[in-house]
């Protein structure tokens, strides 16, 4: 028998066999012992543990009517708050015209770079102004006038990406280097 149940049961013989007002009492003091929602109008400063203290982030903030508020987050909660506030990667896709890849023995990065002709076409790109073509490796953008030159050196994000990154990191087949 839970203790709800015996709370009932005591006020049921206490009220002389009432149990429907031993109900209405019990769903009252239920009422009374749940808290009002804390709502919090602005954040001040958020800390972050000492390496020998528990991993959890502590952000001081101050609720509406001026109390102040810890919130407590462990390593599990951090990152299901950051998931709801991150913009999702389509979001951040959306806005992006350019990524910078690492690349193997160059000073500079290798550029992974939206087309101006827009959609999901991409040009990977060195410094000097080449684009990397399907089947010549590095072109200077002058070389590729006609058409099948301009659209063997664009490919899908989903192509373009995993190339890039093996071009930067010199893997590229039938190239030096990634040099073409």
């Known amino acids: ?27 009252k003091r239920d009422a009374e012992q749940q808290p009002e929602p804390l709502v919090v109008s602005r954040y001040d400063t958020a800390m972050e543990p000492a390496p020998e203290e528990e991993p959890v982030l502590t952000v001081g903030a101050v609720a509406e009517d001026g109390r ?20 999702s990667a389509a979001e951040l896709l959306a806005h992006t015209t350019a990524f910078e890849i690492p690349w193997v023995g160059h000073a500079l990065p290798l550029r992974l770079r939206r087309s ?11 410094r000097e102004g080449r684009r990397w073509d ?22 899908p994000l989903s192509e373009a990406w995993p ?17 073409g």
């Open 163 to 179: 190339l890039a990154h093996q071009i930067a990191a010199g893997e590229t087949a039938g190239t030096k280097d990634g040099e």
């Open 68 to 87: 102040p508020v810890a919130l407590c987050f462990d390593p599990e909660t951090r990152r299901k708050v950051a998931g709801w506030l991150a913009p």
């Open 1 to 27: 028998m839970s203790a709800r149940s015996v709370i009932e049961h005591a006020l049921t013989v206490y009220y002389d066999g009432d149990r429907e007002l031993a109900r209405k009492l019990l769903a």
């Open 116 to 126: 101006m002709a827009g959609g999901d076409r991409w040009a990977i790109c060195d």
């Open 134 to 155: 399907r089947e010549l490796g590095f072109v200077y953008e002058a070389q590729n006038e006609d058409e099948r030159t301009r659209t063997d050196t664009r490919f």
